[in-house]
């Protein structure tokens, strides 16, 4: 059974930090698109992150400069680094797997970060 499981997150001030974890069962972390997703109250889920199994990565233009992708094959996860936070940027993150067709079969459980002004 293929799961991602998240950890990290949580309630941080402005211009704080926090470093978000997707770890991978059932699968090879490293042969996988790994994309993150963010959803605050009221507004649509939106693309913040991914990264390839190339190990290329790709940033919302919000968070160019701030977030950093990272992977750990011998652990099997992928890192979300997130620094400089905004109250904006509060919202639930999931991780999730993309399909060579471009959808998502494969969503971690979320996980909240809270940035207080």
């Known amino acids: 059974q293929v799961q991602l499981v998240q950890s990290g997150g949580g309630l941080v001030q402005a211009g704080g930090s926090v470093r978000l974890s997707c770890a991978a069962s059932g699968i090879i972390i490293s042969n996988e698109d790994i994309d993150w997703y963010r959803q605050a109250p009221g507004l649509q889920r939106e693309l913040v992150a991914g990264?390839?199994?190339?190990?290329?990565?790709y940033y919302k233009d919000s968070v160019k400069g701030r977030f950093t992708n990272s992977r750990d094959d011998a652990k099997n996860t992928v890192y979300l680094e997130m620094n400089d936070l905004k109250p904006e940027d509060t919202a639930v993150y999931h991780c999730?797997?993309?399909?060579?067709?471009?959808?998502?079969?494969?969503w971690g459980q979320g996980t909240q970060v809270t940035v207080s002004s």
């Open positions: 990264i390839s199994s190339r190990g290329n990565s």
């Open positions: 999730t797997r993309k399909t060579p067709w471009g959808t998502y079969d494969v």
